[in-house]
């Protein structure tokens, strides 16, 4: 039987003042595209250099992956917050954690 790995997670700028939600199956991969797209003011992350990750999940499903992200996405700040801070409290960069 084949194993799916999907993920949500939250990335911010360097400065911690905006959040971006997102799902991939290769969170890898989609840590260094929105890096790539630093300051392209047509992608949201890029407008705002969102690229530094500060919360992942784990989802074996892909709808339950879109479901949850689809439900972050819905929150206020102070509810994504309080999800970052669950298990980042210092809300420390991530990124070296993921790609090594």
């Not at 290769?26 to 003011?41: C, K, N, P, T, V």
């Amino acid at each position: 039987m084949n194993q799916y790995a999907f993920y949500v997670y939250i990335v911010t700028n360097p400065e911690k003042t905006v959040l971006y939600t997102g799902m991939t199956n290769d969170l890898i991969r989609r840590l260094q595209e929105h890096y790539e797209s630093r300051g392209q003011a047509e992608k949201f992350a890029g407008k705002y250099y969102c690229h530094r990750l500060v919360y992942w999940e784990y989802h074996q499903y892909v709808r339950n992956a879109i479901d949850r992200e689809k439900e972050i996405k819905g929150w206020r700040r102070e509810k994504k917050v309080a999800l970052i801070q669950s298990i980042n409290p210092e809300w420390r960069f991530l990124n070296d954690d993921i790609l090594g």
